[in-house]
């Protein structure tokens, strides 16, 4: 009988050992367990901490993205406006200059038949006029100097005389002697009045009546 209680005690007792080992175990893998976890909350923690600064700046990168993408949409919308102001005013260049030439081709074409005044017998023939516009003009100034160049300075005085007092003049010359002058006959003495009467008549009365 103790025999056979020893060996059932002894059987329990290995039963209890093994229950023992197999709690034993049980306890190791839970702390084990229990560690990983916490190295692995560790590590979350760790990631959490770096990955909240990569979604700000991810966030902060977004709305840039977006300012971006509406100052774009915006300046696309000015490009296009000005590109179509800058078209219509092109256009309305081109037709300005196109109705332009429309005119100055049609100025042309009336210049045309004038095209004849530019060869060089037409500029030779403006050639003499202004030659002799510029003989006149002298001519003109000349007179204005000197009007009768081919009298002498007697001769002038009288007719000067004449000039401004005509009735004075011929009576002064119908007074005067005969044999007045100091050299010569009665006949030289009159010859200047007569020769100025005949310069002064020659002059003054236009060709074709009473000469």
Known sequence: MATDRLETAVRNFQHVNQMVERYTRLCRAYVSLSERFHQLDVDHMTLKGQVVPLLKALKDHQARLKAVEAKKAELQARFDQQAAQHRQELQQLTETYEERLRALSSHVDELQPLEQLLN??????????????????????EMEQDSSPDLSIEEKALLAAYQADPNAFLVAAADAPVGGGPVGTGTEAEEPVA???NYYYNEQVPDGLGR
């Open 120 to 141: 060089g017998e037409t500029h030779h023939e403006l050639s003499v006029a202004e030659e002799q516009m510029e003989l006149v003009e002298t001519t003109f100034l």
């Open 195 to 197: 020769s100025l009467w």
